[in-house]
């Protein structure tokens, strides 16, 4: 009964079907996210630094703050690996039968999407302030504002991306815990019966006591060939 339509994924040991997968709202998103998180580190990684013409050294674009930079090179890169995960995850999860190890996997989702929705607001409000304040003398030729309101951008579109995966996989969730038929209490109706019926009791005849065998150890005979079958009178017995 396990892994039947629990958690909105088929029967454990289905096809695979790529076109109905692809389709899914959850796969978009992770596919949207995961081009985002590749835009958000090539932006910054390949133009995010700039030097001032009489210099050698380079600084970040953002506010020549070297943790702006070192921000969201690090969080483009990660959030790049978990949607392969997580893609990889969903390709697997129809496979699994068991009912618990398909929770894990949804609260599993939900945690790092809602995660990730928290962790791009704080770096599009960090890469915007910095943004901000930054002199535009440090970059006269105007050569990479774009990538840095590119990065701005899609870290900001990223926040509901990775919420909208989080909601589905609540979604998910409830679907798999509100089902009775996934119920980690769920029992066999027939075992059920099996066990709601108590010992067999005897029907109330049962309980009427044998007429006792005639005396002695050998009358036993005499008293089945004198059984009275109601057809004659009575019959006196002689001793």
């Known amino acids: 009964m396990e892994g039947m339509q629990a958690y909105g994924a088929g029967k454990a040991g289905g096809a695979f079907d790529p076109v109905t997968f692809f389709q899914q709202p959850q796969t978009i998103l992770r596919i949207v996210s995961w081009l985002f998180s590749i835009v958000i580190f090539g932006c910054i990684a390949n133009e995010g630094y ?67 929705s928290f962790m791009w607001f704080v770096g599009f409000c960090f890469l915007a302030n910095q943004w901000q304040a930054t002199d535009q003398d440090d970059d006269p030729l105007r050569e990479r504002g774009d990538a840095a309101r590119a990065a701005i951008t899609f870290a900001f579109f990223s926040i509901f991306t990775w919420a909208a995966q989080a909601f589905l996989g609540f979604q998910r969730y409830k679907l798999g815990a509100d089902s009775a038929l996934f119920s980690q209490e769920y029992t ?32 036993g005979g005499q008293a089945g060939d004198d059984v009275f079958d109601g057809t004659t009178g009575y019959q006196r017995q002689d001793y």
């Not at 009489?54 to 702006?68: G, L, R, S």
């Open 50 to 116: 700039i030097n001032r013409p009489n210099e050698v050294q380079e600084y970040c674009i953002f506010n020549q703050n070297q943790n702006a930079c070192n921000y969201g090179i690090f969080m483009g890169s990660m959030a790049f690996l978990c949607c392969v995960a997580f893609m990889a995850l969903d390709v697997y999860f129809p496979q699994i039968s068991s009912v618990k190890d398909r929770k894990k996997a949804v609260l599993a989702d939900i945690g790092v999407s809602a995660f990730w």
């Open 188 to 219: 066999d109706p027939s075992q059920d019966a099996a066990a709601g019926s108590g010992p067999y009791t005897s029907f109330g005849g049962d309980n009427l006591e044998s007429p006792p065998s005639g005396g002695g150890g050998g009358g």
